[in-house]
T-cell receptor
């Protein structure tokens, strides 16, 4: 039973445009959500997070939006750069002492 | 400032062989985790340790054992390797306030079981 789902395995975007990566979850107990970025042959690195008391969190070119009623979150990257090409994982947890449950990942390709 | 160190980086095992994957962190984190990454499956939690002296099962614990040797080290053991355990294994650690810092991951161990 996949509690965190990323239904798009891949996404291709032109440099300078917006990249939108989507994530859905089924467990209503989740109250913290994180995005990770992963380059080949490296471990995932933490990108940005949001708690369920907010609906938006921004950090430079990266913004995460949370729609609790739809159990949906998205990561916006504006403007997209070729160095953003990587696999992006969405993850969720119930309380900060809990364990992270990851989605399947979306491979983003930003074309020059 | 090493972060999370995993050894070995690559390993090939024959079916039925055993091995231990090592993980150490130097950030004084309380919690440590073992994940496996498979194509189309994302990262799945095998075992975790919320603090020194405790371990708990994750989503896919069958065929694995763990040891939290001390606060720094958390090892993953495969007693009798099977081809289904071919995967990339990641160790991670975290402070208690995960929201601000996330988990810190190692660079992974690529394991092939033939």
């Amino acid at each position: 039973d996949q509690q965190v789902k990323q239904n798009s395995p891949s996404l291709s975007v032109q440099e300078g445009r917006i990249s939108i990566l989507n994530c859905d979850y089924t467990n209503s107990m989740f109250d913290y959500f994180l995005w990770y970025k992963k380059y080949p042959a490296e471990g995932p690195t933490f990108l940005i997070s949001i708690s369920s008391i907010k609906d938006k969190n921004e950090d430079g070119r990266f913004t995460v939006f949370l729609n609790k009623s739809a159990k949906h979150l998205s990561l916006h990257i504006v403007p997209s750069q070729p160095g953003d090409s990587a696999v992006y994982f969405c993850a969720a947890m119930h309380n900060q002492g809990g364990k992270l449950i990851f989605g399947q990942g979306t491979e983003l390709s930003v074309k020059p | 400032n090493a972060g999370v160190t995993q050894t070995p980086k690559f390993q090939v095992l024959k079916t039925g062989q055993s091995m231990t994957l090592q993980c150490a962190q130097d950030m004084n984190h309380n919690s440590m985790y073992w994940y496996r990454q498979d194509p189309g499956m994302g990262l799945r939690l095998i075992y975790y340790s919320a603090s020194e002296g405790t371990t708990d099962k994750g989503e896919v614990p069958n065929g694995y054992n763990v040891s939290r040797l001390n606060k720094r080290e958390f090892s993953l053991r495969l007693e009798s390797a099977a081809p289904s355990q071919t995967s990339v294994y990641f160790c991670a650690s975290s402070k208690n306030r995960v929201l601000n810092y996330g988990y810190t991951f190692g660079s992974g161990t690529r394991l092939t079981v033939v």
